[in-house]
């Protein structure tokens, strides 16, 4: 009986979920005139963004960020390439100056799984 190869998988996606505090909104504009085209070029796409969050179950201490946006990358790789390019250092520096941020990523499969 002849060996059946199996079919072949689809990389795994990477996801970036981002809950932030802005501290200091001066490097808003310019970080967004820059960094979507920078996230392009890395094939990421904005899945959803929202400054009205509300939290439905839960008891982690603290407040509710003042904004949680998620972002979709075609792999891991594609997400840690885009962190480490020296053309978003200075931007990452400015988020980082002027935001609290925790930022989660993970892999997923296209469809839920």
């Known amino acids: 009986m002849p060996e059946v190869a199996a079919p ?7 996801f970036l979920v981002i809950a932030m505090d802005i501290k200091d909104d001066a490097w ?3 970080y967004f005139d820059t960094v979507p085209d920078l ?3 890395y094939g990421a796409v904005w899945v959803a963004a929202s400054r009205h969050i509300t939290r439905v179950e839960g008891e982690k ?3 509710v960020p003042d904004r949680v946006a998620i972002l979709r990358f075609p792999s891991r790789a ?8 020296p053309r978003y250092a200075p931007f990452r520096a400015m988020r980082l100056a002027g935001s609290d941020a925790d930022l ?4 997923s499969k296209s469809e839920a799984g």
Request: hydrophobic letters at 55%.
């Open 39 to 41: 996230l392009a070029e």
């Open 104 to 107: 989660f990523a993970f892999e």
């Open 61 to 63: 201490p603290g407040p």
């Open 78 to 85: 594609a997400l840690d390439s885009f962190f480490a390019d």
């Open 28 to 30: 808003l504009a310019p």
């Open 8 to 14: 072949p998988t689809a990389p795994m996606e990477a």
